[in-house]
Antibody, heavy 123, light 108 residues
Framework: QLQLQESGPGLVKPSETLSLTCTVS??????????WGWIRQPPGKGLEWIGNIFYSGTTYYNPSLKSRVTISVDTSKNQFSLKLSSLTAADTAVYYCARLRRGYNLDDAFDVWGQGTRVTVSS | SSELTQDPAVSVALGQTVRITCQGDSLRSYYASWYQQRSGQAPVVVIY???KRPSGIPDRFSGSTSGNTASLTITGAQAEDEADYYCNSRDSSGNHYVFGSGTKVTVL
């Protein structure tokens, strides 16, 4: 059974860069049928898509975050990572990693999620 | 527009039927997927594509699309269905994704 687990600091200072890693277990990140994504949820608010990556390294980012986001993949470790720079309090959120099933018939779904990791931006 | 619009909240009596809607221009081209998020938990997909349910999702959950509106229907709502529900779809670029604002479902 595929599982995803986020890891990284729970507290980051304003203006610094957040680095999170998602470790994939029970399956390979080298899948032709799946992308791997990051999604966040500020306290009391809704879900926001951050971006996706394919195992080859192809990335797509939310246009509103694109200038500050980098997603990378390490296939040897079965991991993918998120870097978000120039942090402000507005970046405080639970960050989820998820597998995106990108269907040939456009029947996409984020079908496996990590448990989420809470990140607070504060000095 | 890349936005997906949902009603903030709906309520349903135990055992009755509730429909949650999601509106957006991109839904004319792409299917919506629907996610259930219970309090303090990670989201779980309940419907994707043309009314597909992942293994383990009860058949009381169903989905449909008409024009620019996708709908999630819970037929015979149970107490455990009380949760926030989010729709998601590709945007007009075809490579980016957007979530709806979410609908809080209360089972009375």
């Amino acid at each position: 059974q595929l599982q995803l687990q986020e890891s990284g600091p729970g507290l980051v200072k304003p203006s610094e860069t957040l680095s999170l890693t998602c470790t994939v277990s029970g399956g390979s990140i080298n899948s032709d049928s799946h992308y791997w994504g990051w999604i966040r949820q500020p306290p009391g608010k809704g879900l926001e898509w951050i971006g996706n990556i394919f195992y080859s390294g192809t990335t797509y980012y939310n246009p509103s975050l694109k200038s500050r986001v980098t997603i990378s993949v390490d296939t040897s470790k079965n991991q993918f990572s998120l870097k978000l720079s120039s942090l402000t309090a507005a970046d405080t959120a639970v960050y989820y990693c998820a597998r995106l099933r990108r269907g040939y018939n456009l029947d996409d779904a984020f079908d496996v999620w990590g448990q989420g990791t809470r990140v607070t931006v504060s000095s | 527009s890349s936005e997906l619009t949902q009603d903030p909240a709906v309520s349903v009596a135990l055992g009755q039927t509730v429909r949650i809607t999601c509106q957006g221009d991109s839904l004319r081209s792409y299917y919506a997927s629907w996610y259930q998020q219970r309090s303090g938990q990670a989201p779980v997909v309940v419907i994707y594509g043309k009314n597909k349910r992942p293994s383990g999702i009860p058949d009381r959950f169903s989905g449909s699309t008409s024009g620019n509106t996708a709908s999630l229907t819970i037929t015979g709502a149970q107490a455990e269905d009380e949760a926030d529900y989010y729709c998601n779809s590709r945007d007009s670029s075809g490579n980016h994704y957007v979530f709806g604002s979410g609908t809080k479902v209360t089972v009375l």
